[in-house]
């Protein structure tokens, strides 16, 4: 297959599940892909955590990349551009302001990154099905467009980039299902890691939750060797301890189940 060379996209890369699957997506089809890394925290453990899982990923795509060249010259990976921003606007206290602020610094690093002599027509952000943010897409879309718009001035006849949400669509199981089990392994997600560990109980940790116990009950046989499993049992068993259960040893629990624990522990009761 022919590598697209009409365009760059560039897309912001956290080393989370879903910018991963996006830049693996995208390698495998264009011919070169800039990302940009973004840090929205500073030097929490999580944005520390994230820059690791950034550089594992990208180091594992580069030997991807030689190593199929060398093997396969007719179906090549995509070169990656690293593009770090190191953005930090000091420590967000709360989920909340890290859920609002997320979007904005993205897109004015991305702006900020934007090369239209380089063919960036399109920046790429990874929002899924269930995340917190896919309700505001169209008004993000919107916030964008004005943004471009006032910014480029003078564009030389090129056309504004546009922002693009390729996995919209998509639910975190396909993501965990098709992903390649050594990336799985350095991807990053928590938001409140203590000591490096996830934490089992903020909102990302949730959704993986979710989606590991989905592959469980879908995906029996590709479950027992995925790398997710044993940080899902290391998970459950923090979820277990902060919400006081006895049993710290991973439940046949079902993601309703989950879900009740998390909504009694939150309760004024709980």
Same mark, same amino acid.
């Given at each position: ?29 264009? %011919? ?32 991807? /990349? ?20 190191? !953005? ?38 990874? $929002? ?10 169209? $008004? ?15 564009? +030389? ?7 693009? !949400?390729?996995? /919209? #669509?998509? #639910? ?25 560990? =996830? ?6 940790? /949730? ?8 592959? %469980?009950?879908? $995906? ?11 940080? $899902? ?13 006895? =049993?710290?040893?991973?439940? +046949? ?18």
């Amino acid at each position: 297959m022919k590598l697209r060379d009409d365009h760059v996209p560039l897309i912001l890369f956290s080393g989370g599940l879903d910018s991963t699957y996006l830049l693996l997506d995208a390698v495998l089809h264009f %011919r070169r892909v800039d990302v940009l890394k973004v840090s929205l925290v500073g030097q929490d453990a999580k944005s520390i955590r994230e820059k690791q899982a950034c550089d594992e990923i990208l180091r594992m795509l580069d030997e991807d /990349r030689i190593a199929k060249e060398k093997d396969d010259p007719e179906h090549p990976h995509g070169y990656v551009r690293r593009t770090y921003n190191p !953005f930090a606007p000091g420590t967000m206290q709360t989920m909340s302001h890290r859920i609002l602020l997320q979007p904005v610094i993205w897109m004015w690093a991305a702006m900020s990154s934007i090369d239209i002599r380089l063919e960036h027509k399109e920046v790429w952000i990874g $929002y899924v099905k269930g995340d917190d943010m896919i309700g505001s897409l169209p $008004y993000l879309r919107a916030a964008w467009e004005n943004l471009v718009a006032a910014c480029y001035v003078d564009n +030389d006849g090129k056309s504004y980039p546009e922002l693009m !949400f390729p996995l /919209r #669509g998509m #639910g975190k199981l396909k993501l965990i299902r098709d992903i390649a089990p050594k990336y799985l392994s350095a991807i990053s997600w928590c938001e409140s890691m203590e000591e490096g560990n =996830d934490c089992g109980l903020c909102s990302s940790c /949730r959704r993986m939750m979710d989606a590991c116990l989905s592959m %469980r009950e879908f $995906y029996p046989h590709a479950w027992e060797t995925s790398p997710l499993k044993s940080r $899902y049992d290391k998970m459950y068993r923090a979820l277990a301890a902060t919400l006081s259960i006895n =049993d710290d040893q991973p439940k +046949d629990i079902t993601n309703d189940d989950l879900a009740q624990m998390v909504s009694t522990h939150r309760s004024p009761a709980g």
